[in-house]
Nanobody, 116 residues
Framework: QVELVESGGGLVQAGGSLRLSCAAS????????MGWYRQAPGKQRELVAS???????NYADSAKGRFAISRDNAKNMVTLQMNSLKPEDTAVYYC??????????WGQGTQVTVSS
């Protein structure tokens, strides 16, 4: 099993920035794609951004131009830089990792709150 631990969530004002980090551990494994999801109150969990082992990234329309995802394969770490935050970005953010074999692992989530 892969253990994912997120960090970097918090409370910021609109227009501010946060950087979320996710570190994977738990033994010998190979991670393919990694990504960030979020779930706001009353809404379905949605993909925010993902990145392949080769560094190919994709973003939700709401994140394009404001968020940037990156990863360090050697450290099994993925980050999400969030700029120009809006109140609509308020949600619990979850790190996800797909390992070799197809299993998807999830972090516990970290709260991001953006005030008006």
């Amino acid at each position: 099993q892969v253990e994912l631990v997120e960090s970097g969530g918090g409370l910021v004002q609109a227009g501010g920035s946060l950087r979320l980090s996710c570190a994977a551990s738990g033994g010998i494994f190979t991670i393919n794609a990694m990504g960030w999801y979020r779930q706001a109150p009353g809404k379905q969990r949605e993909l925010v951004a993902s990145i392949s082992s080769g560094g190919s990234a994709n973003y939700a329309d709401s994140a394009k131009g404001r968020f940037a995802i990156s990863r360090d394969n050697a450290k099994n770490m993925v980050t999400l830089q969030m700029n120009s935050l809006k109140p609509e970005d308020t949600a619990v953010y979850y790190c996800a990792a797909a390992v070799l074999g197809g299993e998807v692992n999830w972090g516990q989530g970290t709260q991001v709150t953006v005030s008006s």
